[in-house]
């Protein structure tokens, strides 16, 4: 395959596996970029990237500027407080004036879903990548996931993948889940009755409403961040149930298989979602998911912006 069907990056469920397969080959030797003493290739030289981030960000702003600047190409972040947001510009004007001054790539984050694909309607010319939407998706979290379980466990195909907590209002967890069902892995999910959306069955994965039968023999355990800033009230009777009925202890993790793989988007809040010691046992690979969203990134940077 030569590339990606689409211009701009906004969900895995409208890619095909060979498009995801692409990307997680692509990312390889990215990461071979950046164990270099100077952490520097001009394959994107020119090109100008503009991150704009509507949600708060540390780790996907900071990995796709990172990116960038390890392909050489120039980066731009802008804060809508900081910009004519606050002066009344609405997002549309935003984005064309981006383009008219040169970008070349569009990275956003919105609290609104389907905000990056109205942007790729309104650019003619500048690439769109959704850094998340809402609740819709997070296509390169979803990459970047696929991408650590299949270096840590070396195939993607028959996995037993459990993904537990909030998935109501978790992007990563839709992206994941498509991602995970293309590539040949079997998909549980598992939270509270109220942090459980419609449709999941639909999607590919098996629903369960208790933790301990979802971790039973799987590969791989994702736990989400519990995401406090969109609960609404009444879906938690409180963060100590919560944690009581759902939280990731050593003793639930042993009921997975011995070498399991533990995963987290982050930020992690300790004690809620994890138990503060998973967060650097030896099965927990969340660091390097962090260093392996940069290459991933740096991948699908290429793709789209056409490095040579």
Same mark, same amino acid.
């Given at each position: ?72 190409? #120039? ?21 064309? %004036? ?77 992206? #994941? ?71 990731? %202890? ?8 011995? #070498? ?49």
């Amino acid at each position: 395959m030569a590339g990606l069907a689409a211009r701009h990056l906004l969900g895995l469920a409208e890619m095909e596996a060979e498009e995801i397969n692409l990307v997680l080959e692509t990312a390889r030797p990215m990461a071979g970029v950046m164990e270099r003493p100077i952490k520097k290739v001009p394959t994107l030289r020119g090109k100008v990237l503009v991150t704009l981030f509507y949600e708060p960000s540390t780790r996907t702003r900071v990995s796709f500027e990172l990116a960038a600047k390890y392909m050489g190409a #120039d980066t731009v972040s802008i804060a809508p407080a900081t910009s004519s947001v606050v002066k009344g510009e609405n997002l549309r004007d935003t984005v064309q %004036t981006l383009e008219a001054l040169g970008a070349d790539m569009v990275v956003v984050r919105h609290q609104t879903a389907g905000v990056p694909g109205q942007l790729a309607g309104w650019l003619s010319r500048t690439v769109v990548v959704n850094a998340g939407d809402g609740m819709h998706e997070h296509p390169t979290q979803g990459l970047l996931d696929l991408f650590t379980i299949r270096e840590e466990k070396g195939r993607l195909v028959g996995l037993e993948v459990a993904i537990i907590g909030d998935i109501l209002h978790s992007r990563v967890a839709r992206s #994941d889940i498509w991602g995970l069902t293309k590539m040949g892995a079997r998909v549980r999910v598992a939270g509270p009755a109220t942090l459980l959306p419609p449709g999941l069955e639909k999607m590919g994965a098996q629903v369960y409403h208790r933790l301990e039968p979802a971790l039973e023999g799987a590969d791989v355990v994702i736990a989400l961040r519990l995401q406090q800033e969109r609960q609404r009230q009444g879906l938690l009777p409180s963060l100590r149930e919560y944690a009581a009925s759902f939280g990731l %202890t050593p003793g639930r993790l042993a009921l997975a298989k011995p #070498d399991v793989l533990l995963m987290h988007p982050g930020p992690v809040n300790r004690g809620v979602e994890l138990a503060a010691e998973l967060v650097d046992a030896p099965c927990s690979a969340i660091n390097r998911q962090v260093t392996n969203g940069v290459a991933v990134r740096m991948a699908v940077l290429y793709l789209l912006l056409g490095g040579g």
